[in-house]
């Protein structure tokens, strides 16, 4: 790169000339010849660096056009995170700058600068997309893969519960192994919680750890996660007896009813996954309400770094399950570029199930889940095998769900002409 040196104005200097003293000449010392092949070799190193790093598509050269996607999203932020889906995105063209954010804040808060939008289940997407038409800005919505909702805990709290009849471990497990694995009967668990049983009465002292706190699974913030809304929806379904609420006034009793059996909790953290999966976890929450692929890709991970699975943390099922279906809502052409390709590539579509998320089929179809049971047992991890006879939960009325949220939590109402409905 040329230098150019700055002309500056001097004013001219008068006086008596002075005798100017020249410097000794300097005869020019000869390069050797490794001196003078020294910067062509690094020349031809850093243009080698530059063909291979391009054609893995890791860098932005002068003639490629990457799109920078603004985008707001809750937990599925980790499959964007994740250095290969960024990796391969490059590829396509695509950067994503993430603004993460619970599900709920996303649908309440403006989304006017952004490509994308991408909450983690139905309920805060109906707001999002009924939001948008009542703006008179329809959006397109693409759905790539879904992941249940599911209890993390810990061994010695699933055992305790297996003993007390409230969980049994699902089938599947190699001989001799220990079941990563449980289905928990929802009815039974949430009358613990009723009955004000706790830990310690329940026989967890046979493991070697006290607990005198109450029978309970910690959530997410209610006002902000999908995660805590919709296992709100699966407790009220369990507890009403498998009913749900038909009016704003039964929404408000069904809510009143279940309401101390998910504020025990205390402080609800942003992110219990991220508690879940710390040192610290089994002593700040037992139970911790998660998605299924936060939990298989920790032992993805587990296996890859150790050789081996993380047998202490470990899955419950809920037996009246709900499938959360997180909906990738595209604001731009832009944004509908990125949900088309996240939604058809091969290579982005088997990165999602190797980060744990059951991948739908590339014409949209239903969630399959043969190919994630397949690649967890070839690396030597154990697969869920869930039962059809569950019972399948069913979340209420969209205006209906708001108004139970609200009841709960003590949450601020989502705009009107986005829950839709009657006003409650």
Not at 124 to 141: K, Q, S, W, Y
Not at 187 to 192: G, I, T
Not at 266 to 286: H, R, W
Request: charged residues 25%; contains cysteine; proline residues 7%.
């Amino acid at each position: 790169m040329a230098t150019h040196r700055a002309e500056t104005d001097q004013p001219r200097r008068t006086g008596e000339p002075r005798l100017k003293v020249g410097a000794p000449a300097v005869t020019p010392r000869r390069r050797s010849p490794a001196r003078r092949l020294i910067p062509r070799a690094v020349a031809a190193a850093t243009a080698l660096c530059a063909i291979v790093v391009l054609a893995q598509g890791h860098v932005e050269l002068p003639f490629a056009r990457i799109v920078t996607i603004q985008a707001k999203m809750a937990s599925k932020a980790d499959y964007f995170e994740d250095p290969e889906v960024q990796r391969l995105l490059v590829r396509h063209g695509f950067r994503v700058h993430i603004t993460r954010m619970g599900s709920r804040g996303i649908a309440q808060q403006s989304y006017d600068d952004y490509d994308i939008v991408f909450p983690s289940g139905q309920p805060a997407a109906d707001l999002i997309t009924r939001r948008r038409a009542a703006e008179g800005h329809p959006a397109t919505t693409y759905r790539p893969f879904v992941s249940p909702i599911v209890l993390g805990t810990y061994r010695e709290y699933a055992e305790t519960l297996r003993a007390a009849g409230i969980a049994t471990p699902l089938p599947g497990a190699p001989a001799g192994a220990r079941p990563l694995y449980y289905s928990l009967d929802m009815a039974k668990f949430l009358r613990a919680t009723a009955d004000g049983r706790r830990w310690d009465g329940l026989g967890i002292d046979r493991h070697g750890i006290h607990n005198g706190n109450k029978v309970l699974a910690q959530t997410s913030d209610i006002c902000e996660a999908n995660s805590a809304g919709t296992y709100l929806g699966l407790v009220s379904y369990v507890w009403n007896h498998d009913n749900i609420p038909q009016t704003p006034a039964e929404a408000t009793r069904f809510a009143e009813r279940i309401r101390l059996l998910l504020n025990d909790q205390g402080m609800p953290s942003s992110e219990k996954n991220e508690t879940y999966v710390s040192a610290e976890g089994k002593s700040i929450s037992p139970i911790a309400v998660i998605y299924e692929h936060q939990f298989l890709a920790h032992q993805i991970a587990a296996r890859a770094g150790t050789g081996r699975v993380d047998g202490e943390r470990v899955l419950l099922y809920p037996s009246a399950r709900f499938v959360t279906e997180p909906q990738l809502i595209a604001l731009t052409p832009q944004g509908d570029r990125l949900g088309e390709l996240i939604s058809k590539d091969p290579a982005l579509r088997r990165r999602a199930m190797e980060l744990g998320l059951r991948v739908r089929d590339a014409d949209g179809g239903s969630a399959t889940s043969d190919a994630l049971t397949r690649f967890l047992r070839e690396r030597g991890i154990q697969a869920p095998v869930l039962s059809a006879d569950d019972t399948k939960a069913v979340l209420p009325r969209l205006d209906l769900l708001e108004r139970m949220i609200e009841v709960v939590g003590d949450c601020e109402p989502v705009p009107r002409s986005a829950a839709g409905g009657e006003a409650p």
